[in-house]
T-cell receptor
């Protein structure tokens, strides 16, 4: 079974600074998909960024980027130039492959951006 | 597109009552997922369907929980009888299951269930 671990229950960062959220996972698969979802106080789950395991290049989406270390089974999220609207719960998620498309989530990291 | 629609948004009921949560997936999506979120257990997958067929219901906690998907545009999650420990936020999500990669899941706004 795949497990996803987020070891930081809470983090805080000053506005405009950079913060990195950690995620590790356990799998015996060679190809899979990784995701970061954001859940603001509104409760809506919003996809932030995604990564295919067979792609070595780290994904980026504007201020969001990942550091994907396949050998270490690590998938951290970096938020640059943090904004107050980034305050939310962040969930790391793993999906084995598209033919078995259930997704497993980590416990989440609560990020607070301080003015 | 209206996105994934869930109803009701909030539900308060008494222990022992039947509760039915509803979900309308995004049009064209053929996978549907039910999740439960609590402080203690985080986000748990309860069950998911591909092309209206239940694929994996191993996350359903007890026989009191049941889910159906009678057609591609509607699913229900029923709890009968409900218990206080069922209090949680229940999310429905949908995606397009195909040979293409990603299968990104789009989440509904959730239903906050409180069982007194």
């Amino acid at each position: 079974a795949q497990t996803v671990t987020q070891s930081q229950p809470e983090m805080s960062v000053q506005e405009a600074e950079t913060v990195t959220l950690s995620c590790t996972y356990d799998t015996s698969e060679n190809n899979y998909y990784l995701f970061w979802y954001k859940q603001p106080p509104s409760r809506q789950m919003i996809l932030v960024i995604r990564q295919e395991a067979y792609k070595q290049q780290n994904a980026t989406e504007n201020r969001f980027s990942v550091n994907f270390q396949k050998a270490a089974k690590s998938f951290s999220l970096k938020i640059s130039d943090s904004q107050l609207g980034d305050t939310a719960m962040y969930f790391c998620a793993f999906m084995k492959h598209v033919y078995n498309n259930d997704m497993r989530f980590g416990a989440g990291t609560r990020l607070t951006v301080k003015p | 597109d209206a996105g994934v629609i869930q109803s009701p948004r909030h539900e308060v009921t008494e222990m022992g009552q039947e509760v039915t949560l509803r979900c309308k997936p995004i049009s064209g999506h053929n996978s549907l997922f039910w999740y439960r979120q609590t402080m203690m257990r985080g986000l748990e997958l309860l069950i998911y369907f591909n092309n209206n067929v239940p694929i994996d219901d191993s996350g359903m906690p007890e026989d009191r929980f049941s889910a159906k998907m009678p057609n591609a545009s509607f699913s229900t999650l029923k709890i009968q009888p409900s218990e206080p420990r069922d209090s949680a936020v229940y999310f429905c999500a949908s995606s397009f299951y195909d040979t293409t990669p990603w299968g990104e899941q789009f989440f509904g706004p959730g239903t906050r269930l409180t069982v007194l």
